[in-house]
């Protein structure tokens, strides 16, 4: 069974050979392992995970440059509004120091760079590479094109990644200041969210065109923290629920699955999740309380599961890791709907030996049709 198909099953409730695999990693852990033993090889296909990602550029496009930069921090000015600083070779959090909409005037000239091609370059919205730290130009649409193809050919679930339009809207506006907006704004929070998705679709609609459909579009859309929800089930739709029924209907009209990274607790979100049409939730924080069983006991063939293998776990006792990892990993086998990926991504307090471990464990108890 060919990745693509092993993921399309377990969203489809088919019998699959075992889980589909996936993970995200720190700059500085690939750093570590390239050390230990990993090399110049590119972890995904070292441990034959089962996706493969493209990414859409949704920004207003603005010059992305490296500010100042020395042995320890960098500053870079992003092509979706902001200014951030951060470690260099790391992934940590981020000291944001600026934002582009500090007005509403801001937010009209930005609505005008939301469109497909504002300037008549023909440069792709589209990429092999992640839309964060995208310091080289993008692709023309055909180079963009012949990636996808490249990709297609691996025979992996193809996800398109891209921000949501609650990440969108506080990378230009501001976290804070947003939430302040939800408050005092809301329409204004609608109108940045259908802005936002309109030029979503838009790109998605091109891209159909030129033959590069994914299998599914994978939204960044961080709506917790460890203690529960930024904005209250009601805000939430009152002004996203709205432009996420449109895109499902897109999406879903397309053949095309739509996955939502969330971090925090969400639970309280859920119903809503599954009523505008999400199939997949991602990452599960474990830190936060999203707990597998429960959800799975929950939401069963409501919605499909990816994570809850808490990061944090894995770099402390070996005996307590192969149990969460054989309780969580067998659950998500017998129940189905289920696909591996840790509660985040992997820091560098794992070593590659442990992963290494991860990954067979997670193959040992996964195997479906060892495991009947």
Same mark, same amino acid.
């Given at each position: 069974?060919?990745?693509?198909?092993?993921?399309?099953?377990?969203?489809?409730?088919? &019998?699959?050979?075992?889980?589909?695999?996936?993970?995200?990693?720190?700059?500085?852990?690939?750093?570590?392992?390239?050390?230990?033993?990993?090399?110049?090889?590119?972890?995904?296909?070292?441990?034959?995970?089962?996706?493969?990602?493209?990414?859409?550029?949704?920004?207003?496009?603005?010059?992305?440059?490296?500010?100042?930069?020395?042995?320890?921090?960098?500053?870079?000015?992003?092509?979706?509004?902001?200014?951030?600083?951060?470690?260099?070779?790391?992934?940590?959090?981020? %000291?944001?120091?600026?934002?582009?909409?500090?007005? #509403? $005037?801001?937010?009209?000239?930005?609505?005008?760079?939301?469109?497909?091609?504002?300037?008549?370059?023909?440069?792709? #919205?589209?990429?092999?590479?992640?839309?964060?730290?995208?310091?080289?130009?993008?692709?023309?649409?055909?180079?963009?094109?012949?990636?996808?193809?490249?990709?297609?050919?691996?025979?992996?679930?193809?996800?398109?990644?891209?921000?949501? &339009?609650?990440?969108?809207?506080?990378?230009?506006?501001?976290?804070?200041?947003?939430?302040?907006?939800?408050?005092?704004?809301?329409?204004?929070?609608?109108?940045?969210?259908?802005?936002?998705?309109?030029?979503?679709?838009?790109?998605?609609?091109?891209?159909?065109?030129?033959?590069?459909?994914?299998?599914?579009?994978?939204?960044?859309? %961080?709506?917790?923290?460890?203690?529960?929800?930024?904005?209250?089930?009601?805000?939430?739709?009152?002004?996203?629920?709205?432009?996420?029924?449109?895109?499902?209907?897109?999406?879903?009209?397309?053949?095309?699955?739509?996955?939502?990274?969330?971090?925090?607790?969400? *639970?309280?979100?859920?119903?809503?999740?599954?009523?505008?049409?999400?199939?997949?939730?991602?990452?599960?924080?474990?830190?936060?309380?999203?707990?597998?069983?429960?959800?799975?006991?929950?939401? $069963?063939?409501?919605?499909?599961?990816?994570?809850?293998?808490?990061?944090?776990?894995?770099?402390? &006792?070996?005996?307590?890791?192969?149990?969460?990892? *054989?309780?969580?990993?067998?659950?998500?086998? %017998?129940?189905?709907?289920?696909?591996?990926?840790?509660?985040?991504?992997? &820091?560098?307090?794992?070593?590659?030996?442990?992963?290494?471990?991860?990954?067979?464990?997670?193959? *040992?108890?996964?195997?479906?049709?060892?495991?009947?």
């Amino acid at each position: 069974m060919n990745s693509r198909t092993r993921v399309q099953n377990v969203l489809t409730g088919q &019998p699959v050979d075992r889980i589909p695999i996936h993970d995200a990693f720190w700059e500085d852990t690939l750093a570590l392992w390239r050390e230990q033993g990993l090399g110049d090889a590119d972890p995904c296909d070292f441990f034959e995970m089962d996706f493969d990602a493209m990414y859409l550029d949704l920004s207003g496009r603005f010059e992305q440059k490296l500010l100042e930069q020395d042995d320890r921090l960098l500053t870079v000015q992003d092509r979706a509004g902001y200014v951030v600083r951060k470690f260099v070779g790391k992934s940590r959090s981020m %000291d944001f120091l600026d934002h582009f909409t500090k007005s #509403r $005037d801001d937010w009209e000239s930005l609505k005008k760079r939301m469109i497909l091609d504002p300037d008549g370059s023909g440069e792709a #919205r589209l990429d092999d590479r992640s839309y964060f730290m995208h310091l080289e130009p993008y692709p023309t649409w055909d180079e963009a094109l012949a990636k996808f193809e490249r990709l297609r050919k691996r025979e992996r679930f193809m996800l398109f990644h891209a921000y949501g &339009p609650w990440e969108a809207a506080w990378r230009h506006r501001g976290l804070e200041t947003l939430l302040l907006d939800v408050a005092l704004s809301p329409d204004w929070v609608r109108e940045m969210t259908e802005t936002h998705v309109d030029l979503m679709i838009e790109c998605l609609e091109h891209c159909i065109r030129l033959g590069a459909k994914p299998d599914g579009l994978f939204l960044a859309d %961080d709506f917790g923290h460890t203690g529960g929800l930024f904005l209250s089930p009601k805000s939430w739709r009152e002004i996203f629920k709205p432009s996420y029924v449109r895109l499902s209907e897109f999406l879903h009209g397309n053949n095309i699955s739509l996955w939502l990274h969330s971090c925090g607790n969400v *639970r309280m979100l859920i119903p809503d999740l599954i009523d505008v049409g999400v199939d997949v939730l991602q990452p599960l924080q474990a830190a936060a309380g999203m707990d597998l069983s429960e959800l799975i006991e929950q939401y $069963d063939e409501k919605l499909a599961f990816f994570g809850n293998i808490s990061a944090s776990t894995m770099s402390g &006792p070996i005996d307590i890791l192969e149990e969460e990892i *054989r309780e969580k990993i067998s659950l998500g086998r %017998d129940r189905g709907g289920y696909i591996y990926h840790s509660d985040h991504s992997v &820091p560098p307090e794992v070593s590659f030996e442990r992963y290494q471990k991860i990954m067979r464990w997670v193959r *040992r108890y996964g195997d479906c049709e060892k495991n009947r």
